[in-house]
């Protein structure tokens, strides 16, 4: 990954013995940690609700037998795996920007063909692809933030960032059975899509606020 030297966007301390935060306040008031720790809760959240509330609603709602479902379920979180796995060829293919985006709209349209176009075919089919286009998101966004800040911030950072987006796995998951509960479980994948949808505004938003095209690269 190549960043401009310019793309630091932690605030500039002085040196000199005394004059520096802590590596802990200094962390907390970076605002980029601060929209990556935003962006990781509604990734994990989005990983979570889909991967535990999915196979409700293709027993309740699609009918379909628990074998079907739990190999639908199973192929989204092996989308998943694989994709994280390779995550490293992914980089070699795609610059970080673009293959954030293809992720973030890849999820929304296999939601909208899962929800516009029920069948075990296109649930198994979408799920993985789900998977696939949800693995790469979490280490990638990561790997942005730790290029951006100083050195001795990242430890602190991944640790926020981390502990920030467990808070995905439980609030975002509850919010989602409570919606279900007024709804129904067809509210699933409109969820996940309006979850898809804040992850791009978040991360255009840190795009122009932080970086520069040219400072959003794999290559160099």
């Not at 959240?45 to 196979?55: I, P, V």
């Not at 293919?93 to 063909?113: A, D, G, K, R």
Request: charged letters at 10%.
């Amino acid at each position: 990954m190549a960043f401009s030297d310019q793309a630091d966007t932690t605030l500039n301390y002085d040196d000199s013995q005394g004059s520096q935060p802590s590596v802990l306040q200094a962390a907390l008031t970076s605002p980029i940690i601060w929209f990556t720790s935003g962006f990781v809760i509604f990734c994990v959240g989005t990983e979570h609700s889909l991967g535990d509330w999915a196979y409700s609603f293709l027993c309740s709602i699609q009918h379909e037998s628990h074998f079907m479902a739990s190999l639908s379920i199973s192929t989204y979180w092996l989308g998943m795996t694989l994709a994280r796995l390779g995550i490293s060829i992914l980089f070699r293919w795609f610059e970080i920007n673009q293959l954030l985006y293809l992720c973030m709209f890849s999820i929304l349209i296999n939601m909208m063909l899962i929800w516009f176009w029920p069948s075990v075919i296109m649930s198994t089919v979408g799920l993985g692809i789900a998977g696939l286009s949800l693995g790469p998101l979490y280490p990638t966004i990561l790997a942005v933030v730790a290029k951006q800040i100083q050195p001795r911030l990242v430890i602190s950072a991944i640790a926020i960032i981390s502990g920030l987006g467990k808070l995905g796995t439980s609030i975002v998951p509850w919010l989602m059975g409570l919606i279900a509960q007024k709804f129904s479980l067809w509210s699933l994948f409109p969820y996940i899509m309006l979850l898809a949808m804040i992850m791009v505004i978040l991360w255009t938003a840190m795009k122009f606020l932080y970086y520069r095209p040219e400072q959003i690269s794999i290559n160099g």
